[in-house]
């Protein structure tokens, strides 16, 4: 007796993906704005930098200008959005439509990052900024859960590498805990710029428990990784896509782990790996030969992010929807990837619970399910 036919297909349909629920923990504010909102924003501040004022030809600019295999030049796109955040209308309209566009992509959680010292320009204060950032996603939840979208979404306050604010945010980051805020990060050029800089911040934030992830293994390779784990003791590692630098696969597939991705894998070290802005900055040739299969295969504690939706022309979906594509993931993995991530977050363990078992699990049953119910021959 064959059984051909009569089993879940294995491949989760473009729709199944965009209604699954997902989650975010690597998502930059001031790299996932629409077009058309940049467009507006400019012509509300008098910005006149922008490259052209067509909101479809300006996505298509950020793609292509963030294209360029390399970080530094990457990073550069993003003095355009930096531009048209400064006012507290801003920051409360980006933030919110951020909101929206994740719920409507089907992410039920999301940690979204954004370096608060850039907003300065125009003369608000930094806590004015996260206060305006704040505003603006649980307008953006409110809006949505209209529309029929469930979503929480918290943010992690960055500091950027090459400058000497990191105290000042950590600070920030503390002060605003429980009140939006669930962590910080540090960004931006990693080369020359190593994170134990900023030994001082996270010696304060460690003193005062809180959490923090470190951008780390991206256009760097292991020492940043091991900076970031063992002096910086980082809870995530954004990226940490070069941790397979320390993994050896042989001609007959037997695979050897060294000192630091072995400690990386056995202390459950999250890593946010965001497929499509790797192959822009070039920490990975294409999607099949991306590092996300190997350390998957390995049980690494491995998440999917974005990291930059409007410089990366991507979203949730499309980045599980590469690597359906690339490994043949099932809902099953989606769902491994899913709760890792959830389990990875910066939110109270009994909310983690409670996701996982109450929204991840039993969506994930549901669109599971779906084959059974479907058209008949
Ligand atoms: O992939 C990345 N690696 C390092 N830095 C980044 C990446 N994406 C964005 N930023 C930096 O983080 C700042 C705050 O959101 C952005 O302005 C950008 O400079
Ligand atoms: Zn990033």
Same mark, same amino acid.
């Given at each position: 007796m064959t059984l051909a036919g009569t089993t879940a297909p294995r491949v989760p349909t473009a729709e199944q993906i965009a209604r699954a629920?997902?989650?975010?923990?690597?998502?930059?504010?001031d790299g996932g704005l629409r077009p058309e909102t940049i467009v507006e924003l400019a012509a509300d501040c008098g910005y006149e930098g922008l490259p052209t004022t067509d909101p479809v030809e300006l996505g298509v600019w950020f793609r292509e200008a963030a294209d360029s295999g390399?970080?530094?030049?990457? *990073?550069?796109?993003?003095?355009?959005?930096? %531009?048209?955040?400064?006012?507290?209308? %801003?920051?409360?309209?980006?933030?919110?439509?951020?909101?929206e566009d994740l719920a409507a992509d089907g992410v039920v959680y999301a940690e979204v990052r954004y370096a608060p010292e850039q907003h300065l320009e125009a003369? *608000?204060?930094?806590?004015?900024?996260?206060?305006?950032?704040?505003?603006?996603?649980?307008?953006?939840?409110?809006?949505?859960?209209?529309?029929?979208?469930?979503?929480?979404?918290?943010? *992690?306050?960055?500091?950027?590498?090459?400058a000497a604010r990191?105290?000042?945010?950590?600070?920030?980051?503390?002060?605003?805990?429980?009140?939006?805020v669930v962590g910080f990060d540090i960004a931006g050029a990693e080369a020359g710029h190593p994170p134990t800089r900023h030994q001082a911040a996270f010696d304060y934030l460690k003193g005062e428990n809180n959490h923090f992830t470190i951008h780390a293994g991206e256009a760097f390779g292991l020492p940043s990784i091991w900076e970031a784990v063992q002096c910086c003791g980082a809870d995530r590692l954004g990226h940490g896509v070069r941790?397979?630098?320390?993994?050896?696969?042989?001609?007959?597939?037997r695979v050897e782990l060294g000192r630091l991705a072995a400690y990386v894998r056995d202390k459950r070290v999250p890593l946010e790996m965001c497929p499509t802005s790797n192959l822009q900055t070039g920490a990975a040739a294409s999607y099949a030969e991306h590092p996300i299969g190997l350390l998957a295969g390995l049980k690494f504690r491995v998440t999917v992010n974005t990291?930059?939706?409007?410089?990366?022309?991507?979203?949730?979906?499309?980045? @599980?929807?590469?690597?359906?594509?690339? @490994?043949?993931?099932?809902?099953?993995?989606?769902?491994?990837?899913?709760?890792n991530a959830m389990k990875s %977050?910066?939110?109270? @363990?009994?909310?983690?619970?409670?996701?996982?078992?109450d929204v991840i699990k039993p969506g994930y049953a549901e669109l599971k399910a779906e084959w059974l119910f479907g058209p008949r021959g």
């Open positions: 629920p997902k989650v975010l923990l690597h998502d930059h504010l390399s970080l530094e030049r990457y *990073l550069e796109t993003f003095a355009h959005t930096c %531009a048209v955040m400064q006012t507290r209308e %801003a920051l409360v309209r980006v933030a919110a439509d951020c909101a003369g *608000l204060t930094l806590d004015e900024v996260v206060e305006a950032v704040n505003e603006g996603f649980r307008l953006g939840e409110a809006n949505a859960r209209a529309r029929g979208h469930r979503i929480r979404v918290g943010t *992690l306050l960055t500091a950027m590498r090459h990191s105290q000042e945010i950590a600070e920030l980051a503390n002060r605003h805990r429980d009140r939006g941790i397979v630098d320390d993994i050896t696969v042989g001609e007959d597939g990291d930059n939706r409007l410089m990366s022309g991507t979203s949730m979906s499309r980045e @599980f929807g590469h690597l359906v594509d690339a @490994f043949g993931y099932t809902l099953g993995d989606m769902e491994w990837f899913t709760v %977050a910066f939110l109270p @363990f009994d909310e983690r619970l409670a996701m996982i078992n």
